[in-house]
C-alpha cells in the first residue's frame, strides 16, 4: 500500500468522524499554540532585553548616583556630603587609565525656552566622550567638544525628541535656547535612538528629549535637585542650607553618572571592582552610589531566558503529552472499532506492516492537522497578546517548525502502540469479530 | 499437476493445557478448473481448512502445496502475498469496508499488490458480477446479494489461482443465494477453480464435486453426478421481491 493511499485512507477516515477527530485534535493543538505563543513571548522579551542592554553597550560599566536614605542618610551627610561628584570621575580616569573614555555625565531638569512657553527637559551637562559611550550621533551639526568643555562654552546639542517639542519643523541650528539664566546656542541634533516598548532595565532610558550642554556649563549653573526632605533640627537645617548657598568646587560638584568605557566584555567586571574600591575609600564606605555593568546585566538575563525556556518547554511537553494521551486513547478506540476492516485487509494481502503503518499514519494525520491549526492559532495568540498586553512577541520560525515536529512526534510516539496493537490482531480472530 | 496438494494436514489448537485437534491428517488433490463444495457439520474442522487453505494460519503438521509452492511453512508476509496474489476470499458476512464505495472495495486487494493498481480491471471485475451501474456506491445502498457481488469482484480483482468461499450464501435468502452460486458457477465455467463450504446439501450439489469431513478427518470424496445449475436472473433478492 502506497503512502498515498494509506494518507488519503487516513484522512477519510477522519473526516468520517468530524466531531472525534477535532476533539482529539484539539489537545495538540492547545499543546502546540501554547508552544509558539509562549516562545514568542520568551523571544520578545529576550529580543527587547538584548537590545536595550546593547544599547547601553556591553563594554562599559556605569557609576550612577544613588539616593541614601534613612540613618545612612545621616552618616553621608557627615561624610561624603555630595555623593557621587565630579572628582570621582577624575579619580576613576586616573586609576583605570588604560579606559578607553571616562565620562561624566550631569543630568538636571531645567525649562528651556525658545519662544514665551518654557519647556521642562533633562538637561544633560557631558563630555565629548558621551557621543561615542551611548552609541548615539550626531545628526547633523557637532556633538560637544572638548574646547566647549574647557571653555564654559554657552552650546547646546538637540535630542531629536527634544528639537521637535522646542522647534517643530523649523531648522533649530544657529538658533538660541534659554536654559535656566543661560542662552545657547544650538550647534548640533542628535540622531533619533531607537527605544523599546517596555523598558526592562531602569538604566536605560530615551535619550531622544535630552538636551546635551557641556558638563562645565551645567556645573556651573545648576544643581542637581536633592531630595531630602528638609530637617526639622535647626543645627541641620542650617547646614544644609549652608551646604545649598555655598558653591562646591568643580570636583565636589555633584554629578548623576560616570560611564566607563573599557576595551572590551571582559574588562568590564574587574573594572568595576576596581572603581568599587576607589569609591569605597572616596566616599568613606557611604553606598551613595551603583556601579552596572550591562555585560552582567546581559549574563543575567540570559539566565533567567534559560530558566524561562525550561519552565516553558515543561509545560508545553505536558500539554503535549496530554494531546498525545488523547491520540492514543482514540486510537486505541479506533482500533477496536475497526477490527474487522483490519481482518478483510489482512484477508485480502495486507501485512502486519501495512497496517502498523496505516494506523500510524492515521495518528500522524491526526497530529499534523492539529499542529497546523495549533501554529495557526499560536500565531494569533501571540499577535494577540502583543496587541492587549503591550509585549513584544516575535514568532520565530524555529518555534513553529519545532512544534510542529513535536506534533509529529507525538503522533509516531502515541501512535505506534494501537498501531501495533492493531497489527497483532489475528486476521481469523478478527473477520469473526462484529 | 494439482492446484491444490494437501498430504496429511493437521492442525491442533492449545487451548490452555488442552490440546484440540481439529484436523487429524488430511490428504487430497485440486485440479486447476474445479468446483469443490466442502461439508460438514459444525466441529468437522472444515473452517480450520479453509483457514489453512486461506493461508491464514499455519498447520500443526502435513504439507500444503499451493500453485507448486508449499505454502504451510511460509512466514506471515509471505503469507500475505500469497493471500494477496492467488486467493480469492469470499465471505459469509460480505466483510466490505463501509466508508468505501464498491469501487473502492474492489480495488483493496491492489492495495497491497505488487502489480499496484488498476482501476480497469477493478470495474472489469464489477461488471462481470453485473454490478456495472452501482460502481460509485456504499455498501449501505445495496442490497445483501449486491454486497456479496461486490465482495466477489474483489476476489477476482487480483485474478488469483483459487476463490475461496466460506459459506458465501448463509446470509441470503435461497433465491438470491441462488444468484451467488450462479456467478461461481460462471467463473468455473471460465475455468476459474472455486471452493466453497456450506453445510447447505442444495448448495453443494452446484458444485462438481463434494468433500465431506467428520471429526477433523475426511469422510468422504465424491463428484456430484446430477449437478444443479443456478439460475442468474434472480440473482438479486431486491429484484426477486419487485418480480414476486
Redesign the interface.
Known amino acids: 500500500m502506497g503512502i498515498l493511499d494509506a494518507i488519503l485512507t487516513g484522512l477519510t477516515e477522519l473526516w468520517s468522524h468530524k466531531l472525534r477527530s477535532m476533539l482529539t485534535m484539539l489537545g495538540v493543538i492547545f499543546g502546540v499554540a501554547a508552544v509558539i505563543s509562549m516562545v514568542s513571548i520568551g523571544e520578545g522579551a529576550k529580543r527587547e532585553a538584548l537590545e536595550q542592554i546593547k544599547q547601553m553597550g556591553i563594554d562599559v560599566v556605569h557609576v550612577k548616583r544613588a539616593m541614601t536614605s534613612g540613618e545612612l542618610l545621616e552618616k553621608a551627610e557627615e561624610r561624603s556630603p555630595y555623593g557621587l561628584r565630579y572628582g570621582d570621575g577624575t579619580a576613576i580616569q586616573t586609576v583605570c587609565e588604560y579606559a578607553r573614555r571616562v565620562v561624566p555625565v550631569r543630568e538636571v531638569f531645567a525649562d528651556v525656552k525658545v519662544g514665551e512657553e518654557p519647556v521642562t527637559v533633562k538637561v544633560v551637562g557631558t563630555t565629548p566622550g558621551y557621543e561615542n559611550v551611548t552609541r548615539s550621533a550626531v545628526q547633523s551639526g557637532r556633538f560637544i567638544r572638548e574646547s566647549d568643555v574647557n571653555n564654559n562654552a554657552p552650546v547646546c546639542v538637540l535630542g531629536a525628541a527634544a528639537k521637535r517639542e522646542l522647534f517643530g519643523f523649523n531648522d533649530p541650528m544657529g538658533k538660541t535656547v534659554k536654559i535656566g539664566k543661560r542662552l545657547l546656542r544650538v550647534v548640533g541634533l542628535m540622531e533619533p535612538k531607537e527605544v523599546g516598548k517596555a523598558r526592562a532595565f531602569a538604566a536605560l532610558r530615551d535619550l531622544n528629549s535630552d538636551v546635551y550642554i557641556p558638563i562645565t556649563v551645567s556645573i556651573s549653573d545648576f544643581r542637581i535637585s536633592s531630595e531630602q526632605a528638609v530637617p526639622a533640627d535647626l543645627v541641620k537645617l542650617e547646614m544644609l542650607s549652608r551646604k545649598l548657598m555655598s558653591r562646591p568646587s568643580k570636583d565636589n560638584s555633584p554629578i548623576s553618572e560616570v560611564i566607563i568605557q573599557v576595551e572590551n566584555e571582559a574588562a568590564t567586571v574587574p573594572t568595576a571592582s576596581l572603581i568599587r574600591s576607589i569609591l569605597n575609600r572616596s566616599h568613606r564606605g557611604i553606598r551613595d552610589y551603583e556601579i552596572i555593568i550591562p555585560a552582567e546585566l546581559l549574563r543575567q538575563s540570559q539566565q533567567t531566558q534559560r530558566i524561562f525556556n525550561i519552565v516553558m518547554a515543561a509545560i508545553a511537553s505536558i500539554s503535549l503529552l496530554v494531546g498525545g494521551i488523547g491520540i492514543m486513547n482514540i486510537m486505541l478506540a479506533t482500533v477496536t472499532q475497526r477490527t474487522r476492516e483490519i481482518g478483510v485487509r489482512r484477508c485480502v494481502g495486507a501485512t502486519r506492516w501495512d497496517i502498523v503503518r496505516q494506523f500510524m499514519l492515521e495518528a500522524l494525520v491526526i497530529t499534523c492537522a492539529g499542529g497546523l491549526v495549533g501554529v495557526g492559532v499560536g500565531v494569533g495568540l501571540a499577535s494577540a497578546i502583543s496587541n492587549y498586553a503591550g509585549w513584544r512577541t516575535v514568532v520565530s520560525v524555529e518555534a513553529i517548525v519545532l512544534s510542529f515536529g513535536v506534533s509529529a512526534f507525538v503522533g509516531i510516539v502515541f501512535g505506534l502502540y494501537p498501531a501495533v496493537r492493531a497489527a497483532a490482531v489475528d486476521p481469523i480472530e478478527a473477520l469473526r469479530y462484529s | 499437476m494439482a492446484l491444490i496438494s494437501v498430504r496429511n494436514l493437521r492442525k491442533t489448537y492449545d487451548i490452555g493445557s488442552v490440546r484440540v485437534p481439529a484436523l487429524r491428517g488430511v490428504t487430497f488433490d485440486i485440479e486447476p478448473g474445479e468446483f469443490v463444495a466442502i461439508m460438514g457439520p459444525s466441529g468437522s474442522g472444515k473452517s480450520t481448512l479453509m ?1 489453512l487453505l ?1 493461508c ?2 499455519r498447520p500443526t503438521s502435513g504439507t500444503y502445496t499451493l500453485d507448486g509452492m508449499d505454502v504451510s511453512k511460509l512466514r ?2 509471505a503469507r ?2 500469497i ?3 492467488k486467493i480469492g ?1 469470499v ?1 459469509q ?1 460480505f ?3 463501509m ?1 468505501m464505495t464498491a469501487l473502492k472495495n474492489t480495488m ?2 491492489m ?3 505488487p502489480e499496484g493498481r488498476n482501476r480497469q480491471f477493478a470495474s472489469d471485475a464489477l461488471e462481470s458480477v453485473g454490478l456495472a451501474d452501482r460502481v460509485h456506491h456504499n455498501p449501505m445502498q445495496l442490497s445483501g446479494g449486491e454486497q456479496q457481488r461486490v465482495a466477489i469482484a ?1 476476489a477476482l480483482v ?1 485474478d488469483p489461482a483459487v476463490i475461496l468461499g466460506d459459506e458465501p450464501t448463509g446470509n441470503l435468502d435461497t433465491s438470491t443465494g441462488g444468484g451467488i452460486i450462479s456467478i461461481f458457477q460462471r467463473l468455473n465455467a471460465q475455468g476459474k477453480t472455486v471452493m466453497i463450504v456450506t453445510h447447505e446439501r442444495d448448495i453443494a450439489l452446484h458444485a462438481k464435486r463434494i468433500l465431506s469431513f467428520r471429526d477433523g478427518l475426511l469422510e468422504s470424496d465424491e463428484p456430484v453426478v446430477d449437478r444443479l445449475y443456478a439460475a442468474p436472473k434472480s440473482a438479486d433478492g431486491v429484484d426477486t421481491e419487485a418480480q414476486a
Open positions: 483457514n486461506g491464514l494460519d506471515d508476509n500475505a502475498a493471500r494477496n496474489g476470499f465471505f458476512s466483510n466490505l469496508l466508508r483493496l486487494p492495495l497491497y499488490s474483489r487480483n
